[in-house]
């Protein structure tokens, strides 16, 4: 745990700090994100009460960009989770099981690594139409894979130890030197890949939202609101620059967190 | 006229003096050799001077003439590349994997001058050191070759530029034992030959003895004491090299006296274990074929073997945490089946100890919890109170006082870890005890004062013993009898004392003159 807040370590505090302005700032604004000024359509960045101006058809930018923000953290949080239980899960029972079954187990992930992942997310948004479930169905199908590999290999590095032999002596059950010496010390490296799968999910949740399959309006997303803000970036440049600049900072501030913990842990 | 001398050297790695006052001196056709337990600071005093550690060494440092303490890079780059030699410990990964042999050689050659070897020249290298088929090795890459191998091209690598200084850091702890000797041997060989200095280092005191001149014993980064070899061996002036002498198990030491045994308690018969090969490939592993062994109540046997010679396997066969393919293990009358089928009742009956003590411990458990748990699982009905009696008994029949119940695992060094682990194999009072080469990986001291643990346990609780091990002199201070494994079978068995005086098989042989080194 020291290792996952370095104090000196700035991304972490900017992607704190992006985290808090996205909770935040919902509640204290007089705008809400789907709320229209008819008074201050395309307004410029600080006119009257919005800070960024408004986008073409009069919404608050900043509300927008607050409600963006937290709708992809929240996707990109809960896909990472259902990954890391996921994976967690297949990885440990083929790694721990061995032979046959992890054989077995292993391929399916294979298979499933193999499928044109954008192609079936794409079918299955045209068949049963756009919503957020299905945007959490498609990221889950394919990130808990890398974790479920990541983990296979742990739990077979640590089979072999000492420990684990000494504990089975010691007629502790199966699947509580699983749960008890397994699991938790491969811990550190699971959180570090959850880490890396944070950003990863932010980045295919917004390509699917520019594309227009993500999350539906007036929801928004940083996706959708850099697609916004690219089909009118001739008249206010600033409805790209916005959220576009945001996604990169949160993207990369995201991905040298994650590479700095996994360094850490392996 | 030395060729090699070091006067008041110190070292110190970011503002911290790590080595002090250290004197040596190397004669052509010598060897000297540095021993002391890990940390002592043996290896930085022989790699410092060659900048070949993040230190910097102080003092007088001359190499032939030249003063390395001072020395600008020119001058460094001349006394690495003429006239010193290196071996190191690890001959799988000094070795660059990507040359053939022949290319290694030839690169070592040119650090002399510009002058190119012919493959003749080239495959005379490698028969000086023992090589067979020299011809056909130098279009080898590393991997093809064994530990013994490799070690052999590290040393014709080494003295391919005919170096005066040779500079052996631990050269034979990696290998197997019965290997050991044999190199030692070829050192020798070489060094009357072509005149080299050798520095030689180990923390081993047994290998070094007969094949040094000089001798210094090192302590926490300072010279304890150096003399000549054998004066240092019969007539030690310092007690902790006192205690280092005694501490290693020699074959020439006296027998130790044993516990009576009883009746038998175990008795394995024509165990075998196959493994399947890696991947889709078909057919098995044996790796240990028929192998039939007898426990007695209070008794101690001995187990050894080369590495790969399925010690380890057989001894985690009895134990129940290994695989078992064919064959019966019984405990008195009763049959213990295999691995995952033993009953809790069975697994009280042996306990293992392996040989990595840090290993052995799980990374994020305090030590209390650690020897507790075959007690939770194995004894159920203890209440807590007496779970916790058990706990300090046990710790205390290891030497350790109850302050250690709330350390972590990884804040042990490996002395009191290796303690930990037999705490907790003896909490749940087993009647047998398979110990998987649970003194090799400790410096001798450490090592020596384990195996003395072991010898008052097993008196204590009558244990009987299975002692998985390479090395017979260790062996002898514990065991009756004694069992040797070659390639999965057992090709020779007796009292210990017998198979010492009388070994039959050339295993045997081999491995008793690696013990006398």
Known sequence: ?266 | MSVYEIRDMAIQIDGKRLVEDVNITVEPGKCTAIIGASGSGKSLTCLTPFGLTPGTASGSIKLDGIELASANAREMHLARSRYTGFVFQQPLTALTPHLTIGKQLQEATSQAGPQRLSRQELALMLERVGLSRADERLDQFPHRLSGGERQRVMIAAAIAHQPKLLIADEPTSALDASLRGEIMALLDGLRVEHGLATLLVSHDIASVENHSDDLIVMDQGRVIESGPTVDIITNPQRDYTKRLIAATPRLTEPAPVLPVVGDILMEAEDTTVLFPRPGWRQGKIEAVADASLSVREGEAVAIVGGSGSGKSTLGRAVAGIGPLTSGTIKWQAELLPERRERSLAMRKLIQPVFQDPVASLNPRWKVGDIVLEPLRNLSPELSSPERNNKLAQALDDVGLGPEYIDRVSTSLSGGQAQRVAIARAIIAGPKMLVLDEATSALDPLVGGAILQLLAELQRAHRLSIIFITHDIASARRLCHRIVVLDAGHVVEMGAMAEVVENPKASVTKLLIEASKR
């Not at chain 1, 604004?29 to 789907?34: A, K, N, Q, S």
């Not at chain 1, 684990?164 to 491969?186: M, R």
């Open chain 1, 1 to 266: 745990m020291r290792a996952l807040f370095n104090r000196n370590h700035w991304p972490l505090w900017v992607v704190l700090a992006l985290v808090a302005l996205a909770l935040i700032l919902p509640a204290i604004l007089p705008w809400t994100y789907d709320q229209i000024d008819w008074d201050a359509v395309r307004a410029p960045a600080f006119s009257g009460s919005h800070v960024f101006g408004t986008d073409e058809i009069g919404r608050d930018r900043l509300a927008r960009l607050a409600a963006g923000t937290r709708v992809t953290l929240m996707v990109a949080v809960a896909a990472a989770m259902v990954s890391l239980v996921v994976g967690i899960a297949w990885g440990a029972t083929a790694g721990w099981m061995g032979g046959k079954v992890d054989e077995a187990m292993m391929r399916f992930v294979d298979a499933l690594y193999a499928l044109p992942f954008m192609f079936i997310v794409i079918l299955l948004m045209v068949i049963f139409g756009r919503s957020i479930l299905l945007v959490f169905v498609g990221i889950g199908l394919v990130e808990w894979l890398t974790m479920a590999r990541v983990v296979r290999g742990q739990v077979m590095a640590l089979k072999q130890r000492p420990f684990i032999l000494a504990a089975e002596a010691a007629g502790t059950p199966s699947i509580k030197i699983v749960l008890k010496h397994v699991l938790p010390n491969i811990a550190g490296v699971a959180l570090a890949y959850l880490m890396l799968t944070v950003p990863q999910v932010v980045m295919i949740e917004s390509f699917l939202s520019f594309l227009g399959l993500g999350v539906q309006e007036p929801l928004t997303s940083l996706g959708i609101l850099v697609k916004e803000g690219a089909d009118d970036m001739d008249m206010t440049p600033l409805g790209l620059l916005l959220p576009g600049g945001l996604l990169v900072l949160l993207l990369i501030c995201l991905t040298i967190e994650g590479e700095r913990l996994r360094d850490v842990y392996s």
